[in-house]
């Protein structure tokens, strides 16, 4: 327990859920097909860490993040698997990661001439190849582009351990793109097979594809946001393959409460009036915890009730709209269950107009994380 923390807010995290997901997942897929479990931005704000052990104890075989940085913090604290880095790195860091033993994401000529200038280390790097088959944002996209590349790549020591892939649409009803994707990458995965002698393995599948049971996802998967126990989608939640377990709760107390008056207004630019006398708390949480201002007039948990929060979201707290007078410390949760009432990630998204990846990624480092786990998956 953090026993630096003295403000009554807090995020629970089940380790127990990521050990669910990660086993059910696993159950679906093809003999032999590996999970690679994505711990970016923090394990999408739940935890890079602990969420990798976890991960790791359930199956998961390898990590992957989107920054060097990322990945070196997960070698400091001591987890000794291979960790892929998905994203771009500049190349006169190549040092950190052979260091580190750490993979790397390539697919430029030019990297491959800044690599070709440095210093020849006495250890090989390993690199994973992106194909770019339609998600526009980086890997190799033609053939012609893919020998180029291959051309120059046969002239370093870099050992080929992966070729990779990322699907657009896969989360989505219509899989016209999606095959769209397969058959692009057909033709690029057969060059590299031809040209490049070692053995690799090859993972196209995020979660939604690995959702979706798609009998393709060749040698692995990368299991990212349906690790947390959250959908890709509101089409894979409404024909989900099994029941993913959320890990995250955000729960916090009530700091004040206060009656107040008909025509009384409530926080900046007096957005809410009061209708009717009525009872008001006070809540110690804001945008400065990732609470965005949009998040006005979404429900938090109460007694196992649902109540609305009223008034302009500010940096370190907000205002909800109480049924009856409640004593201080009365506990309030954002996220998450209480009693019989649940409010998940996906419904806040609905409300605020965007996804459940961002809103647990924008939840700061002011709240603290708190672990747990139970001896058998619920």
């Given at each position: 327990m953090?026993?630096?923390?003295?403000?009554?807010?807090?995020?629970?995290i089940?380790?127990?859920?990521?050990?669910?997901?990660?086993?059910?997942?696993?159950?679906?897929?093809?003999?032999?097909?590996?999970?690679?479990?994505?711990?970016?931005?923090?394990?999408?704000?739940?935890?890079?860490?602990?969420?990798?052990?976890?991960?790791l104890?359930?199956?998961?075989?390898?990590?992957?993040?989107?920054?060097l940085?990322?990945?070196?913090?997960?070698?400091?604290?001591?987890?000794?698997?291979?960790i892929?880095?998905?994203?771009?790195?500049?190349?006169?860091?190549?040092?950190?990661?052979?260091a580190?033993?750490?993979?790397?994401?390539?697919?430029?000529?030019?990297?491959?001439?800044?690599?070709?200038?440095?210093?020849?280390?006495?250890?090989?790097?390993?690199i994973?190849?992106?194909?770019?088959?339609?998600?526009?944002?980086?890997?190799?996209?033609?053939v012609?582009?893919?020998?180029?590349?291959?051309?120059?790549?046969?002239?370093?020591?870099?050992?080929?351990?992966?070729?990779?892939?990322?699907?657009?649409?896969?989360?989505?009803?219509?899989?016209?793109?999606?095959?769209?994707?397969?058959?692009?990458?057909?033709?690029?995965?057969?060059?590299?097979?031809?040209?490049?002698?070692?053995?690799?393995?090859?993972?196209?599948?995020?979660?939604?594809?690995?959702?979706?049971?798609?009998?393709?996802?060749?040698?692995?998967?990368?299991f990212?946001?349906?690790?947390?126990?959250?959908?890709?989608?509101?089409?894979?939640?409404?024909?989900?393959?099994?029941?993913?377990?959320?890990?995250?709760?955000?729960?916090?107390?009530?700091?004040?409460?206060?009656?107040?008056?008909?025509?009384?207004?409530?926080?900046?630019?007096?957005?809410?009036?009061?209708?009717?006398?009525?009872?008001?708390?006070?809540?110690?949480?804001?945008?400065?915890?990732?609470?965005?201002?949009?998040?006005?007039?979404?429900?938090?948990?109460?007694?196992?009730?649902?109540?609305?929060?009223?008034?302009?979201?500010?940096?370190?707290?907000?205002?909800?709209?109480?049924?009856?007078?409640?004593?201080?410390?009365?506990?309030?949760?954002?996220?998450?269950?209480?009693?019989?009432?649940?409010?998940?990630l996906?419904?806040?998204?609905?409300?605020?107009?965007?996804?459940?990846?961002?809103?647990?990624?924008?939840?700061?480092?002011?709240?603290?994380?708190?672990?747990?786990?139970?001896?058998?998956?619920?």
């Open positions: 953090n026993q630096n923390t003295y403000r009554p807010a807090k995020i629970e089940n380790l127990t859920a990521i050990k669910s997901n990660i086993s059910q997942l696993k159950q679906e897929l093809n003999t032999g097909v590996d999970i690679i479990a994505v711990v970016k931005a923090n394990g999408y704000g739940h935890g890079a860490i602990e969420v990798a052990k976890s991960a104890e359930a199956g998961a075989t390898s990590l992957a993040v989107a920054l940085e990322e990945a070196v913090e997960l070698r400091k604290a001591g987890i000794d698997v291979p892929l880095v998905l994203g771009w790195v500049d190349p006169a860091f190549v040092d950190v990661a052979i580190h033993d750490l993979t790397l994401t390539v697919f430029q000529e030019s990297w491959l001439d800044a690599y070709l200038e440095q210093e020849p280390s006495s250890e090989k790097l390993s994973h190849v992106k194909i770019d088959t339609g998600m526009g944002r980086i890997g190799l996209r033609t012609d582009e893919l020998n180029g590349f291959i051309d120059k790549l046969l002239r370093t020591d870099l050992k080929v351990t992966g070729v990779y892939t990322h699907f657009a649409t896969a989360d989505e009803e219509n899989t016209d793109y999606y095959h769209l994707q397969l058959r692009r990458l057909e033709p690029m995965l057969d060059q590299i097979k031809n040209r490049i002698q070692n053995d690799f393995i090859v993972h196209i599948g995020n979660s939604a594809a690995a959702l979706r049971q798609i009998s393709h996802l060749c040698d692995a998967v990368r990212g946001i349906g690790m947390y126990g959250l959908y890709p989608s509101e089409h894979l939640k409404e024909h989900r393959p099994f029941n993913l377990q959320p890990a995250l709760s955000l729960k916090t107390k009530l700091v004040h409460v206060k009656k107040i008056s008909a025509g009384e207004a409530i926080s900046y630019g007096t957005t809410y009036r009061a209708e009717k006398d009525q009872w008001i708390g006070t809540i110690p949480l804001g945008y400065g915890d990732g609470i965005l201002r949009r998040w006005q007039n979404q429900d938090v948990l109460i007694n196992g009730r649902r109540m609305r929060l009223v008034g302009r979201i500010c940096m370190d707290q907000c205002m909800v709209e109480l049924d009856q007078a409640y004593p201080i410390g009365t506990e309030v949760v954002f996220i998450g269950q209480q009693n019989e009432e649940s409010i998940q996906e419904e806040i998204a609905t409300h605020i107009g965007t996804i459940n990846y961002e809103l647990a990624c924008l939840l700061t480092a002011r709240l603290p994380r708190y672990y747990h786990s139970t001896d058998q998956f619920e």
